[in-house]
Nanobody
Framework: QVQLVESGGGLVQAGGSLRLSCAASGRTFSSYAMGWFRQAPGKEREFVTAINWIGGSTYYADSVKGRFTASRDNAKKTLYLQMNSLKPEDTAVYYC?????????????????WGQGTQVTVSS
């Protein structure tokens, strides 16, 4: 069992940066692949990025590639998402998720545990 709590969301102007964190509880954080998803109002939840269990492999949605960076610190049981050059279209609730698959996976159905989400709002 893994409990996930996101933090770091907020209001930022376009072009600005935010760093999201996802703190995990449980003994086996290091054995899970992790991901970030987001959901904007009236839209379906979409994949943002995924990172494998050791942090050596990452995948990004085309919409965030080159602007967002995922990382993890297994000793601290924490997942991060550094978001730079933010755009209004990045506005959404951001969720972190954990997958029992060790390799990075990009489909929400592959994830077993989810956090409650943190709001990111980018003003133009």
């Amino acid at each position: 069992q893994v409990q996930l709590v996101e933090s770091g969301g907020g209001l930022v102007q376009a072009g600005g940066s935010l760093r999201l964190s996802c703190a995990a509880s449980g003994r086996t954080f290091s054995s899970y692949a992790m991901g970030w998803f987001r959901q904007a109002p009236g839209k379906e939840r979409e994949f943002v990025t995924a990172i494998n269990w050791i942090g050596g492999s990452t995948y990004y949605a085309d919409s965030v590639k080159g602007r967002f960076t995922a990382s993890r610190d297994n000793a601290k049981k924490t997942l991060y998402l550094q978001m730079n050059s933010l755009k209004p279209e990045d506005t959404a609730v951001y969720y972190c998720a954990a997958s029992r698959a060790r390799y990075a996976v990009t489909t929400s159905n592959d994830y077993d545990y989810w956090g409650q989400g943190t709001q990111v709002t980018v003003s133009s």
